[in-house]
């Protein structure tokens, strides 16, 4: 089967269609990878700058999401702490597997 593309989506190969978010560079937003658990709601991440921050998770995605190591996250750094960020999105197997297809970690 072909893929149809758009900007955010994408047909895979048995014809469900994935949605990826992309982090928005006009509001500071990056890719991560979470290293440590630390408690509280709090990880520590890696950004795709190379900084290693501690990030909090919001409140909306807080019981909704279940982050663990290794997970790939978007973070958006505080403006006035740049050591710290928060997390406001979790990517799920199928999206990552989608953004390394197309060069995006």
């Not at 072909?2 to 992309?22: C, H, M, P, Y």
């Not at 290693?52 to 919001?58: A, F, N, Q």
Request: charged share 35%; net charge positive; hydrophobic share 35%.
């Amino acid at each position: 089967m072909g893929r149809i593309e758009n900007d955010n989506q994408d047909v895979s190969d048995d014809g469900s269609i994935i949605r990826v978010k992309l982090p928005n560079k006009r509001i500071r937003e990056q890719f991560a990878q979470a290293e440590l658990m630390l408690g509280s709601n709090h990880i520590r991440v890696r950004c795709s700058d190379g900084v290693t921050r501690l990030g909090r998770i919001k409140g909306k995605i807080k019981k909704r999401v279940w982050i663990r190591e290794g997970d790939i996250l978007i973070v958006v750094p505080w403006d006035f702490q740049d050591d710290k960020c928060d997390i406001i999105y979790r990517y799920t197997t199928p999206q990552v597997d989608w953004l390394r297809a197309h060069k995006y970690l």
